[in-house]
């Protein structure tokens, strides 16, 4: 089967984001998800409760016996709390699953704000994550924190992503959302070239999760064999329609419409 998807990220046990959305959007796009969870979080649509980290050898293990029975067609890493789990993710993934391509989402805070990446493990996560990446796709703040440029516009999107893929990635995507206008436009750029993408901005407050949706999307898209540029565009097009049919769960940013692409 290809499409297998291998997941290494943190667990939100309100369903919008992690590893809970990594596995409903994989499997509605005709992936296979597998997991390796790196900490468990108690948090809803509002904040962020409590994390608790799950052992580095443990989440080695977990990447080691998936790799050695069901393989992977591609890596997904989004929280990994700590210096010491980016170290043993990558060094495991270089070990287990060597020349798989991998999408790293840099998650350093949740929606509503809280960290989920120790301060002191940026320097490794960029130095250790970033050049293993055949997509790093961060978000405007994660790309201010990356690259120490303070990113107002779309020509200083232009400018970090260019600093970022210099950091040794295959391709970023940066992504716009951050910013203001009524158009939002993320940013792909390889050595090849640059490319945007772009959509009218959705008017709602339910929007938990779309940075983790958004890379096990494009993961899926690898995984089955699709150019880069063709995954990006389906898992843009699969983003936004989640969002225009998001439930309106809970009292603060509520999750996405995962299923939307499986419903009658």
């Keep these: 089967m290809k499409g297998r998807v291998l997941v290494v990220a943190g667990s939100d046990s309100g369903g919008g984001a992690g590893i809970q959305a990594d596995i409903k959007t994989i499997t509605a796009l005709?992936?296979?998800?597998?997991?390796?969870i790196t900490a468990l979080t108690a948090q809803d649509t509002?904040?962020?409760?409590?994390?608790?980290?799950?052992?580095?050898?443990?989440i080695r293990t977990q990447i080691r016996v998936v790799a050695a029975d069901i393989g992977a067609d591609c890596v997904k890493t989004g929280m990994l709390h700590s210096a010491a789990v980016v170290e043993a993710v990558f060094e495991e993934l270089g070990e287990a699953l060597p020349g798989v391509p991998v999408v790293?989402?840099?998650?350093?805070?949740a929606k509503g704000g809280a960290a989920l990446l120790e301060s002191e493990a940026l320097a490794t996560?960029?130095?250790v994550a970033l050049p293993r990446a055949a997509v790093l796709t961060p978000n405007v703040p994660e790309a201010e924190a990356l690259t120490g440029f303070a990113i107002g516009n779309f020509d200083d999107m232009a400018r970090a992503a260019d600093a970022l893929l210099a950091l040794g990635p295959?391709?970023?995507?940066?992504?716009?959302?951050?910013?203001?206008?009524?158009?939002?436009?993320?940013?792909?750029?390889t050595a090849r070239g640059k490319k945007i993408f772009e959509a009218p901005r959705i008017d709602t407050k339910h929007t938990h999760g779309t940075g983790c949706t958004l890379a096990s999307a494009i993961a899926t898209g690898i995984a089955q064999g699709m150019m880069l540029e063709d995954a990006v565009a389906r898992a843009h097009a699969y983003v936004q329609a989640a969002i225009r049919s998001a439930p309106g769960l809970g009292k603060g940013h509520g999750p996405l419409d995962h299923a939307h692409t499986v419903k009658p």
Excluded: E, I, S, W
Excluded at 46 to 58: C, E, I, L, S
Excluded at 104 to 109: E, K, M, R, S, Y
């Design 46 to 58: 509002q904040r962020v409760h409590a994390v608790v980290g799950v052992d580095p050898d443990f």
């Design 170 to 189: 295959a391709a970023v995507l940066l992504k716009g959302g951050h910013l203001p206008g009524a158009t939002v436009r993320d940013l792909l750029v």
């Design 125 to 127: 996560l960029r130095d």
């Design 104 to 109: 790293v989402d840099p998650v350093l805070a």
């Design 30 to 36: 005709a992936g296979y998800a597998a997991t390796a």
